[in-house]
């Protein structure tokens, strides 16, 4: 059966190539490309040049202009570039039209990021569903796979052996495929026992961005090891923890990041998984805030959740990283009644946006820790007081 073409290898050379819409600006794109470039690093390529063009729409046949494509394959070619990786989605015959034109491999967004949730998937669960996002992205571009039907094509000859073993292929692919979504539904039944079975305690689940420093807030609050990393998408399986504020319990669970333009495969594929945030109580919704487009990021997670079907909860954003956003945005002469002038209005800009729900800390330094436990202890016990009356006085 032919296989998904594998991205990651050692130390790979790569270009990467966007295009700016008409209701989109440059700056965008260049933070778009940015994203797009620690992507590639995190699966282990080193990115050597960005390529952009200006167009209303992406061409059917090469997704950018002849001109730009003529560019980009003298480049390739000059350079012995080993990879070239667009920033949106491409069909099929995009991808085969540019492998042929650029005689390199070419990789868009959607198959990066599998690749990238392939090699850092851990349970038996994630795997399962990286699978199954693979595979559906597979299943339309197993023509282009077969690179021995190049010689077969031209009218009639279409009908040969290449054809039906494209054929077979399919129906492996589909065969698999609900195998799979078989296995996940077994391990769904004994994931939903298993959170059955952890009593009656009220839920908190993190939510936010990829690499905003969930894992390192979760390590803080549960003071247990949690695996941290600086790479897009640290983490894919969900870590539950049971914490005690005080002398009252809850369950707090770290949830995969989420990234502009995630698969639709893997969105439908990690559904059970967030089966965590589902099921909460309270959203954590952790925001790097020294990153120049973390409004944006917000946007994001939110329309992730809505697109997940997870409905209206009590949610409050925390604003992570406030030390690398006074280092980044304060230089040594600005005064320190300014500083503080700026922060103030910061806060009070976002305490009116959130309607009061969010809190400015710094995780790795443990700063304002102290506010997020006592701000969550106060809203964990205002729910125990609801749900559950008669369990009050124990805590």
Same mark, same amino acid.
């Given at each position: 059966m032919a296989e998904l073409i594998e991205t990651k290898k050692e130390q790979e050379t790569a270009i990467l190539v966007g295009l700016i819409f008409k209701d989109q600006t440059e700056e965008q794109l260049d933070e778009y490309m940015d994203e797009l470039a620690f992507l590639a690093e995190t699966a282990g390529a080193k990115v050597i040049k960005y390529f952009k063009q200006k167009l209303p729409h992406p061409k059917k046949a090469t997704f950018v202009g002849i001109g730009k494509l003529e560019e980009i394959a003298l480049y390739v070619e000059e350079k012995e570039v080993d990879l070239v990786i667009f920033d949106d989605d491409l069909s099929p015959t995009q991808q085969q039209n540019l492998e042929e034109e650029l005689k390199v491999k070419v990789v868009d967004r959607s198959l990066l990021i599998l690749d990238i949730f392939a090699s850092r998937a851990q349970t038996a669960q994630a795997r399962t569903q990286v699978e199954v996002a693979q595979l559906k992205y597979l299943l339309p571009r197993l023509k282009g796979m077969w690179t021995h039907l190049e010689r077969q094509r031209g009218g009639i000859a279409m009908r040969g052996p290449g054809e039906k073993e494209i054929e077979t292929d399919r129906r492996i692919v589909k065969d698999t495929i609900s195998r799979l979504k078989k296995k996940l539904e077994v391990i769904d039944r004994q994931n939903r026992t298993q959170r059955k079975t952890r009593g009656e305690y009220i839920r908190v689940a993190m939510v936010g961005y990829t690499n905003v420093g969930k894992s390192t807030l979760m390590r803080v609050l549960s003071k247990s090891e949690v695996f941290v990393e600086d790479k897009l998408f640290a983490t894919l399986d969900t870590t539950v923890r049971k914490i005690v504020?005080?002398?009252?319990? $809850?369950?707090?669970?770290?949830?995969?990041?989420?990234?502009?333009?995630?698969?639709?495969?893997?969105?439908?594929s990690f559904k059970s998984t967030l089966d965590e945030v589902r099921e909460a109580d309270i959203l $954590?919704?952790?925001v790097d805030i020294a990153h120049p487009q973390f409004e944006d990021h917000i946007k994001v997670v939110n329309k992730t959740l809505k697109d997940l079907d997870i409905g209206e909860k009590q949610t409050i954003t925390i604003f992570n990283k406030m030390d690398l956003y006074r280092e980044r945005h304060f230089d040594q002469y600005l005064p320190e009644e300014v500083k503080q002038e700026i922060l103030r209005d910061l806060e009070d800009n976002w305490k009116e946006k959130t309607e009061n729900k969010c809190l400015f800390i710094a995780a790795t330094k443990k700063e304002g820790i102290a506010q997020l436990r006592e701000r969550l202890l106060a809203e964990v016990q205002a729910m125990y007081k609801i749900r559950y009356p008669y369990r009050t006085k124990l805590y």
């Open positions: 504020l005080g002398r009252t319990p $809850l369950l707090l669970s770290d949830t995969v990041g989420f990234i502009r333009k995630l698969p639709h495969h893997l969105v439908e $954590l919704h952790v």
